[in-house]
């Protein structure tokens, strides 16, 4: 058996290394809250700032670089803060916009970046904007959101019937994107619910009113923002048809046999060319202030990777979007993986990406994938290797599968509307579980506004963070891995290759080459010399990085690596210069 001479036991480095620089957000772990689930301080079953401030040296404890903080906006919460009413405010159940500040402060002396959730496509029909709009067709805020004639306004025609909405645009919550106002005899668009409106990017005045709550927040300190589906913002101003997609072309995140949403190719209510001239108005306007950064969300199954390419692209745009193609439920496999990989790289000159495998809309990754623990830490230490920043969602650190929860305890409407082919978003939206001794596992003393899910419960953070061998410390290992190697956080990924079910790139950076290997399956895999000429990444010259538990064995000519492990070698100096 052939072993290198060289071996290197990485150190966790004790400086957080991207924290404090311009570009921190480059290469950047940021840990999503979901608030309405992190932590309830009041006893009213929903969490909320405070609560999330009392959780902030956990999050710290993690090695991520920033939170990223979903809506906690005033809003009715028909979409639980998805429809604001208020964009400069707190909803009184989160708290007040000083407990916002307390937590921006707190945050940012456990070293912690804070992102918030900016939702710019619509608001909620409550907005004061909307209430205006919706009056007459006459008032100065009456093409403030997106009108539209009946196809036929007849006297006695029946606006409920599909033939007469003002084209063929759908919803993603069912149904037509087209909902009908008594008071102004007009269509409104909507994409989402009905009672979610959706602005009027055509008029400077609605740009010009969403900087300015922008600004409003990076007054307040933030250091950037999610935007929420950057790319519906433009709709075409000539109302035409999306095209009808035949049947295998047809792909989503969510829900894709049941929804009709994924029956269109939507070439005309989403992803306008008039966005770019706007995403170059709000990195201004963010450039107005230090060192802030944007990740925007694409939800686009057809162009996801292409439009965001377009939209990091240089340094007048976004910094970094995410799709949604390591959120599908297609299983990640070595060759799809590669795929996306290479898709975004044949678009990309200059652009960055964001990568995530779950969120606060999809299903907890390890039901979705039904991975053990070994293909998650697995899949982890690939999702933390890849080029790009990175999204984790809460309790993806404790290897939660997806909450059980039953129809009668449902909440979200997306759920209901496709219930029971599709069982909605609730489930990865169950309270975290603190404690597996406590209350509601240390969420709330009192009933959660959805169930504790009792196996979630099994693997709190108390039992967890005692254990070593536990998913929270798999998590930790490796954010101080990633941390201990500036290829792995900035470097460019290069000599990509799939063997069978190994999938293998170098991070490169400067002076500092890391080989990194994948056996994505539950068989032992090998790779052969033949695979990469005479530098072999685990002979002479290079040291194998030890400290994450991985297995592997080899020989001159082959590596092998055993079910679910993965193989780490460094070339040149460690600090990469």
């Known amino acids: 058996m052939y072993m290198s001479s060289k071996q290197q036991t990485f150190t966790r480095k004790g400086h957080n290394t991207v924290n404090s620089e311009k570009d921190w957000w480059r290469g950047a772990v940021i840990y999503q809250i979901y608030p309405r689930s992190f932590q309830d301080s009041n006893g009213d079953g929903i969490g909320d700032l405070p609560g999330i401030i009392s959780r902030l040296p956990y999050v710290a404890s993690l090695g991520v670089d920033a939170i990223w903080l979903s809506p906690f906006f005033t809003s009715p919460m028909l979409d639980f803060g998805y429809d604001v009413s208020d964009y400069c405010d707190v909803d009184p159940m989160f708290g007040t916009l000083a407990d916002f500040d ?8 456990l070293g912690l970046k804070v992102m918030i959730d900016l939702v710019l496509s619509h608001t909620s029909d409550q907005h004061p904007w909307f209430v205006e ?7 100065p805020k009456q093409d403030w959101f997106v009108w539209a004639d009946a196809v036929d306004c007849v006297e006695g025609a029946d606006l409920n019937d599909p033939q007469q909405v003002p084209n063929n645009w759908l919803s993603i919550f069912g149904g037509s994107a087209w909902q009908w106002d008594e008071t102004r005899q007009q269509y409104y668009l909507h994409n989402f619910l009905s009672s979610q409106p959706d602005l009027n990017f ?13 600004r409003f927040w990076m007054r307040r300190q933030v250091d950037g923002f999610r935007l929420d589906t950057i790319n519906f913002y433009f709709h075409d101003q000539k109302l035409r048809d999306n095209p009808i997609l035949p049947s295998e072309q047809r792909n989503s995140t969510i829900a894709p046999e049941v929804n009709p949403y994924n029956h269109q190719e939507h070439l005309y209510d989403k992803n306008q060319p008039e966005n770019i001239a706007f995403l170059r108005r709000f990195r201004a306007a963010m450039d107005e202030f230090e060192n802030v950064a944007a990740v925007g969300e694409v939800g686009d199954a057809q162009r996801g990777m292409q439009i965001m390419t377009q939209y990091t692209a240089g340094d007048d745009l976004i910094q970094m979007c995410y799709a949604f193609d390591f959120l599908s439920p297609q299983t990640l496999d070595a060759r799809r993986i590669a795929a996306v990989i290479n898709l975004f790289q044949q678009h990309s000159s200059d652009s960055w990406s964001c990568w995530a495998y779950s969120n606060h809309d999809v299903i907890r ?20 290797s890849l080029q790009g920043s990175v999204c984790l969602y809460q309790g993806e650190e404790l290897g939660l599968n997806e909450g059980v929860v039953g129809f009668d305890q449902l909440q979200d409407p997306y759920g209901k509307e496709f219930w029971p082919k599709f069982k909605g978003r609730d489930g990865c939206r169950t309270p975290m579980v603190w404690s597996d001794t406590a209350v509601n596992a240390g969420f709330s003393e009192m009933q959660p506004w959805l169930p504790v899910d009792t ?5 709190a953070v108390s039992v967890q963070d005692v254990d070593s061998t536990s998913s929270l410390a798999s998590y ?50 090998s790779l052969a010399i033949d695979d990469f000429g005479p530098d072999v990444p685990w002979a002479e010259g290079w040291q194998t990085l030890q400290g994450l538990g991985y297995q592997y ?19 040149g100096n460690s600090d990469g210069h």
């Open 102 to 109: 307390r937590l921006v402060v707190e945050a940012h002396r």
């Open 133 to 139: 709009s919706r009056q007459s067709r006459d008032n």
């Open 202 to 214: 055509h008029n400077t005045a609605v740009q010009d009113a969403l900087l300015d709550v922008a």
């Open 365 to 384: 990754h390890p039901s979705r994938w039904q991975l053990d623990c070994s293909g998650q830490k697995l899949m982890t230490s690939l999702l933390l």
């Open 455 to 459: 196996q979630q419960q099994l693997k």
């Open 476 to 525: 930790r290992e490796m954010l101080g891995f990633r941390k201990s190697f500036p290829a792995l956080i900035k470097g460019e990924l290069v000599n990509l290759k799939v063997s069978a079910a190994i999938l293998s790139f170098e991070r490169v950076i400067d002076q500092q080459r890391i080989f990194c290997a994948f056996n994505l399956s539950d068989k032992e895999q």
């Open 553 to 571: 064995s080899s020989s001159e000519a082959r590596l092998q690596l055993p079910a679910w492990q993965a193989f780490y070698a460094i070339q």
